[in-house]
């Protein structure tokens, strides 16, 4: 954007994304706003400020855990599933605008796809309406379609909470549908929001849903698209995984340093600062790349981010103060999780 300023202070000429001179009013900057009035039509879709959606991995795309299905927990990064039977990662017949997407079944019940919100993220919300907008499809036998909006009973402690309203959005289409529900924010919400997606049907029934956004006003905008590193780096401040995907079965994790014949500890670097101090989850066989078979791995410390400590236990053969390597012994699903997940 250039501007031009005559001396005597007025604007007398403004180009847009090299658009000549006076395509946009210059009279508009006299009030520190340009009105869409005063915007060319061939532009009004390219203005954007800020983020807006307040939902993660809307689009489905990142898994860090790698796993085919779930029927209850976390499944695709930052969504969790409820009273499903089956559920897998959509990679074909999806919405055009979206590669990925997720199918829920049930028998009985409703599958229900969830997403929690921070509270950190939630403070501009009180008294606000905001809008979810999502792509669903009725795979098989799936009947009527809900949207549910709650918020935590307490900061970020989603062990009880209150709904806003449930809101019956129809009959689920065999086709892929964009639908939108909006909700009044209370003050409460400022605990933290949760979104649910759900629905009803006949025998064993199955759901598709991709593409959820939750964001400010009263009408559903285009789809947030994101990049996958800045979709991914906000996933790992809730969960990170390192290991199982991609790997031959020898990857190398961290160095450590023995502190007695059967410990030795490291400060493991986080890719980015967690929600709060994680969790660590182990899965799979370790050893040295000196031969030495890992036996347990455990937290070091209660405290610290981003950075946590770990010890990596053997049953003997650590040097005092010499320093090994981590690997996965021979083993492709080995894995470290480090969880702050709400």
């Known amino acids: 954007m250039a501007i031009v300023i005559n001396g005597s202070g007025t604007v007398t000429g403004l180009s847009v994304g090299g658009l000549p001179d006076g395509t946009v009013d210059e ?20 203005f954007v400020s800020g983020r807006k959606n307040l939902i993660i991995n809307g689009a489905m795309r990142v898994q860090q855990r790698g796993t085919a299905s779930v029927t209850s927990g976390y ?4 969504f969790q599933l409820s009273g499903v039977s089956a559920s897998a990662v959509l990679t074909s017949s999806t919405p055009t ?8 079944s049930a028998t009985s019940g409703n599958p229900i796809v969830i997403q929690k919100i921070e509270s950190k993220n939630c403070q501009h919300l009180s008294g606000q309406t905001v809008t979810a907008s999502f792509y669903a499809k009725n795979i098989s036998n799936a009947t ?7 918020y935590a009973g307490s900061v970020d402690n989603f062990g009880s909470s209150t709904t806003i309203s449930e809101q019956n959005l ?3 289409s065999g086709s892929w549908v964009k639908y939108t529900a909006s909700w009044t924010v209370p003050a409460g919400g400022l605990n933290g929001l949760m979104l649910n997606i ?6 064993t029934f199955t759901m598709g849903v991709t593409g959820v956004q939750l964001e400010l006003g009263s009408t559903a905008t285009d789809f947030e698209h994101r990049s996958y590193g800045e979709e ?16 031959d079965g020898y990857e190398q994790f961290v160095n450590i340093a023995a502190f007695s014949t059967t410990g030795a500890r490291c400060a493991y670097p986080l890719p980015t600062t967690m929600r709060a101090f994680p969790s660590v989850t182990s899965n799979g066989s370790f050893q040295t790349i000196t ?8 937290l070091a410390d209660s405290g610290g981010n981003p950075s946590v400590g770990l010890n990596f236990a053997v049953s003997s053969g650590y040097t005092v103060s010499y320093a090994y390597t981590v690997r996965s012994k021979n083993d492709a699903d080995a894995y470290l999780q480090f969880d702050a997940e709400l």
């Open 27 to 46: 009279g508009t900057l006299a009030t520190d706003s340009v009105t869409a009035a005063k915007i060319p039509a061939s532009l009004e879709n390219t």
């Open 75 to 78: 499944f695709v990064d930052r």
């Open 97 to 104: 605008e979206f590669p990925t997407a997720i199918s829920v």
């Open 144 to 150: 009527t379609l809900y949207a549910k909006l709650s």
């Open 170 to 172: 129809g009959a689920l």
């Open 198 to 203: 759900l629905c009803a049907g006949t025998s």
């Open 232 to 247: 991914l780096a906000l996933c790992q401040r809730y969960f990170h995984q390192q290991g199982r995907q991609g790997s």
């Open 291 to 298: 031969g030495l078979d890992i036996t347990a791995i455990a």
